[in-house]
């Protein structure tokens, strides 16, 4: 890495955290997290997610940005659960060409992540690489075992389908950025914002996830977060209110794209889809609704075989969805 060798990367990222000082361990061959007011949490929950600079970062991404989604997608699996996330190791693989300036606003989007998330970046890794690469791993406690959090299997016949948030801007976003889709006013600036700076349901799931019987993030598209929580519970999902953002089917129109798939097949939204029982649902609700949360019920799970069905009101006809979305090594990445 040039002039900027490891020891001088690892300088700059502890010093832009603030982390030199304030713990004799910080910069040592491990890191150490004290469990002092531990005492009442009997799960570990761990996550490791990494990005890869040429499948997933869009163009035009600043360093800082980078930085922060790297961290926003770990933070976003752990809110599906429930779980806040207290602590967190990054390694980094950084190109020769990289310079002072770049690292250091990498390090920036690690600071601005930590603090936005309450997560704490203990420690790490770095090395060089022919390409930005960054491993996360995050750490959450919980007070339940295990067992109790909100897996992708516990979906039951009679429960309601829910998602935290509206679909389209992110694959609509990535349609403007690198297939230069026609986008004006409010809807371009939103669109280009989800991609960009994407953010996690992170107090949606803290607050709300205790209510429901599956639940995972969409970070790889709706269809494909439908699909593993109906296939893994062994359910058909019945969905009769699109979860649409606002302009999505203009954009789509005006850009002769399919406005289904802008909405099921896009991925990197990281909202949290779950299911709940009616009864659990009510709850939730007036939860949403004591902390200012959006929630939207999508649809109903019903007996079947693990697919997933969209109603059309106006006929009573279902028609299935397909699977589609974003899928590592498949290379593909399927919105329209």
């Not at 009997?42 to 499948?55: F, G």
């Not at 297939?179 to 607050?207: H, L, T, W």
């Not at 302009?247 to 794209?257: P, Q």
Request: proline share 3%; net charge positive; hydrophobic share 35%.
């Amino acid at each position: 890495m040039s002039v900027l060798n490891e020891r001088a990367i690892i300088d700059i990222i502890i010093s832009n955290l603030g982390l030199r000082g304030n713990n004799k361990r910080r910069d040592d061959d491990v890191s150490t997290v004290s469990l002092r007011n531990m005492k009442r949490m009997k799960s570990l929950i761990i996550k490791c997610d990494m990005l890869v600079e040429s499948t997933d970062v869009p163009p035009g991404m600043y360093p800082w940005q980078i930085a922060r989604k790297s961290i926003s997608a770990c933070v976003s699996d752990l809110s599906a659960k429930g779980i806040k996330p207290h602590v967190s190791l990054i390694s980094v693989g950084i190109p020769k060409k990289y310079s002072k300036t770049e690292i250091e606003d990498l390090a920036k989007g690690f600071q601005i992540a930590s603090k936005e998330f309450g997560v704490k970046i203990v420690g790490g890794d770095t090395n060089e690489s022919k390409e930005l690469i960054i491993d996360c791993s995050m750490i959450g406690f919980s007070e339940d075992c295990a067992s109790g959090l909100p897996g992708r299997n516990g979906a039951k016949p009679g429960d309601l389908v829910v998602v935290s948030g509206e679909f389209g801007y992110t694959s609509s976003g990535l349609k403007i950025l690198t297939k230069n889709a026609k986008a004006y006013g409010e809807f371009k600036n939103n669109a280009i914002s989800s991609v960009m700076k994407p953010k996690p349901a992170q107090k949606f799931g803290i607050s709300l996830a205790k209510y429901f019987s599956a639940s995972m993030d969409s970070s790889d598209g709706l269809s494909i977060s439908l699909y593993e929580l109906a296939r893994q519970s062994n359910v058909n999902f019945l969905i009769d209110n699109i979860p649409s953002a606002k302009g999505v089917c203009n954009f789509a129109r005006n850009n002769h794209l399919d406005y289904k798939r802008l909405i099921f097949c896009g991925g990197e939204e990281y909202e949290i889809v779950g299911t709940s029982a009616p009864a659990n649902l009510k709850k939730a609700k007036a939860t949403a609704r004591r902390l200012k949360l959006k929630l939207f019920i999508i649809g109903k799970v019903e007996k079947g075989e693990g697919k997933v069905y969209l109603l059309d009101r106006k006929t009573g006809k279902r028609v299935q969805l397909k699977d589609m979305g974003y899928v590592h090594l498949n290379h593909r990445r399927k919105s329209g």
